[in-house]
Structures are given as structure tokens and as C-alpha cells.
């Protein structure tokens, strides 16, 4: 499995002989980076903004997943969970996704606003990868980022979701939510390889993506 970062909180999630994912593809034009220029076999969408739901951007026809459910395609299981909304009708819905490639299980919180309790960790299982959004909106800092992890208790970290050079949109930068997990000496790297589930970590482990290109 191999993991990319295209920026904000959209990420391109491979594996051979199985399914293509793209998570929250969004209008360049209101987050900053470049055009994006991806194909896809799936596209999840957390919630309804732009910087979040751009499907055109995705090349082709993908199967499009914008809400909670489960689902199956080219091999990949996915469930959507939502997260925000449940009480109050103006508030933003967002939807987690558990991607499970083989065994290998990547979540996407979206733009959580709230730490999810035990029962729902228990419901989605383990999870090895874990993309978070650590400056999101909405008073989901870098606290509730670090609960969020000691909840779930993932393999693996990745942050998403906070100011870069490439980004427009007012965000905090990623030093604080390092400096929080005392991973300050932390290299950014292309992308993330994954040859199984044995090649995991047993302790949580930050790895930080660099912004690609498209």
C-alpha cells in the first residue's frame, strides 16, 4: 500500500490489484495549492465544503461515497461513519471513513470536531493508519488531535489539515502538533510504503508527508 498527500486533507491511498482511493479532493481556488489532477476507482467526501468536495477534480468515474454506509469496490472495504451533526441540524456533517486494503486499515477523520467515545472506537475496529486533522475548524485543536490518538491508538500517524507554504486558507502550523507528540526531529517524506501489516510499528509512530503535486 502506498499513501500520498496532495494537500489540505486530501490524500491518494494505492495498493496493486486493488482499488484506487482519493479522499476529499478540494477547489484549489479556495484552499490554495495546485489544480488538482488525479484519477480515481473511489473518491470519499467527509463533508460539504469546497475545500472537501470537489469531485470534478477527479479524472474518470469514480464510485463517489459522500456519507455513512458500508461498501465494497475493486476490493476495498469501506465504512462511512458519521461524526458531526447528529443533535443539531446546523451543524456541519462529517463522515470518518475506515479503508480496510487487505487487512490494513486507514482512517480518515475528515473535519471531526469532537473526540469519538470508546463504544464508537470499539465498533470500527483496529486501526493501523490514522489521518488527522490537527488545525482543523470548528475547536478541534492540537489537544483533541492527541486524544483523538490515544483513543484509536493507531500503527501510524499522519497529520493532515494545517498551514503550509502551498495553502491559503488560515490554518496552524504543524510544529505545535509536533512538539505536543515530541516529534520534533521528524523528516517529511514522499510518501508512505506499506508492504503489510507485520511492517507496522507496535508504538504509534508520527510520519510526516510531504505536499505533492498532482
Keep these: 500500500m502506498e499513501i500520498t498527500w496532495y ?26 495549492y495546485d489544480p488538482l489532477k488525479l484519477k480515481a476507482d473511489i473518491v470519499t467526501i467527509s463533508h460539504n465544503s ?24 475493486g476490493g476495498v472495504f469501506i465504512t462511512g461513519v458519521q461524526t458531526n ?3 443539531d441540524e446546523n451543524e456541519p456533517r462529517n463522515t470518518l471513513y475506515m479503508i480496510d486494503y487487505n487487512g490494513i ?10 473526540v469519538p467515545t470508546q463504544t464508537e472506537v470499539e465498533a ?11 488545525a482543523s475548524s470548528g475547536g478541534f485543536n492540537v489537544s483533541k488531535a492527541i486524544e483523538v490518538i490515544s483513543v484509536f491508538e493507531p500503527n501510524i500517524v499522519i497529520p493532515m489539515h494545517y ?14 502538533f509536533l512538539k505536543e507528540m515530541g516529534q520534533t526531529d521528524i523528516k517529511p517524506q514522499p510518501s508512505l510504503k506499506i508492504a503489510s501489516v507485520n511492517n507496522l510499528p ?3 509512530q508520527v510520519v510526516v508527508l510531504d505536499y505533492q503535486r498532482s
Design 7 to 32: 494537500g489540505h486533507s486530501c490524500f491518494r491511498i494505492t495498493e496493486r490489484g486493488l482499488a484506487t482511493v482519493v479522499t476529499d479532493p478540494y477547489d484549489y481556488r479556495q484552499v490554495g
Design 50 to 73: 469546497p475545500g472537501h468536495n470537489n469531485l470534478a477534480a477527479i479524472k474518470g468515474t469514480p464510485y463517489r461515497i459522500t456519507g455513512p454506509g458500508e461498501f465494497e469496490v
Design 202 to 204: 507496535e508504538e504509534t
Design 163 to 176: 498551514a503550509t507554504e502551498g495553502a491559503t486558507v488560515k490554518l496552524e502550523p504543524l510544529n505545535r
Design 105 to 114: 486499515t486507514v482512517v480518515h477523520l475528515g473535519d471531526m470536531n469532537r
Design 85 to 87: 451533526g447528529h443533535k
Design 124 to 134: 470500527l475496529g483496529n486501526v493501523n493508519i490514522a489521518l488527522v486533522p490537527v
